[in-house]
């Protein structure tokens, strides 16, 4: 069960939009289409953004939209805001009861 | 709206037990749909799952953490908990509860530090 592979850090200006991607297995991601996006402000604790690839919960703004192909999730985030800094986890369902989470990545609004 | 809350020891030694509990309010942890689980984030690293548990007393454990954790539910208090036997450095992590519903973790406790130090 290794973690999902995500970029270390991605950066964008105001207004713009950037896209994380999140890469795993024939055994998660590309099976199950139960991938999950958190957004972490620094010592805060994870909220969810997406779920199940695509939906969001209420309250999350449509500037963020998932999407997925393959073994390849990815998170959107789109007219790029200065409270968007944060990092990014992606999480997978992998089977057998099991969730696998990726490293993280650190967005950075130039 | 529901909350969670972790409590426990900050500090624990080498080879101890690690337990924590979280506290649910605002609802209901027998309610069927939901799982609560445990989830840690070692300094400046992603999340990892360590397992979660339904209030009927099922629980799936993360395979490599398996042979140390437990956890277990109080349905009368509104808490579940977490037991990591023989902890070492490597257990030193930010500790967060978390409710899994729709297949994703969507209402978090703050977390809580544990660090493993003699």
């Known amino acids: 069960q290794s973690a999902l592979t995500q970029p270390a850090s991605v950066s964008g200006s105001p207004g713009q939009s950037i896209t994380i991607s999140c890469t795993g297995t024939?055994?998660?991601?590309?099976?199950?289409?139960?991938v999950s996006w958190y957004q972490q402000h620094p010592g805060k604790a994870p909220k969810l953004m997406i779920y199940?690839?695509?939906k969001r919960p209420s309250g999350v703004s449509n500037r963020f939209s998932g999407s997925k192909s393959g073994n390849t999730a990815s998170l959107t985030i789109s007219g790029l805001q200065t409270e968007d800094e944060a990092d990014y986890h992606c999480?997978?369902?992998?089977?057998?009861?099991?969730?696998?989470f990726g490293g993280g990545t650190k967005l950075t609004v130039l | 709206q529901v909350q969670l809350r972790e409590s426990g020891p900050g500090l624990v030694k080498p080879s101890q037990t690690l337990s924590l509990t979280c506290t649910v309010s605002?609802?209901?942890?027998?309610?069927?749909?939901?799982?609560w689980t445990w989830i840690r984030q070692h300094p400046g690293e992603g999340l990892e799952s360590i397992g979660y548990?339904?209030?009927?007393?099922?629980?799936n454990y993360n395979p490599s953490l398996e042979s140390r954790v437990t956890i277990s539910v109080d349905t009368s208090k509104d808490q579940f908990s977490l037991n990591l036997s023989a902890v070492t450095a490597a257990d030193t992590a930010v500790y967060y509860c978390?409710?899994?519903?729709?297949?994703?973790?969507?209402?978090w406790g703050q977390g809580t530090v544990v660090t493993v130090s003699s």
């Open positions: 978390a409710r899994l519903a729709n297949d994703a973790f969507d209402i």
């Open positions: 605002g609802g209901s942890i027998s309610s069927g749909f939901h799982y």
């Open positions: 548990i339904h209030y009927s007393g099922n629980t």
């Open positions: 024939s055994s998660d991601v590309g099976t199950y289409n139960v």
């Open positions: 199940e690839v695509t």
């Open positions: 999480c997978s369902y992998a089977g057998s009861g099991t969730w696998v």
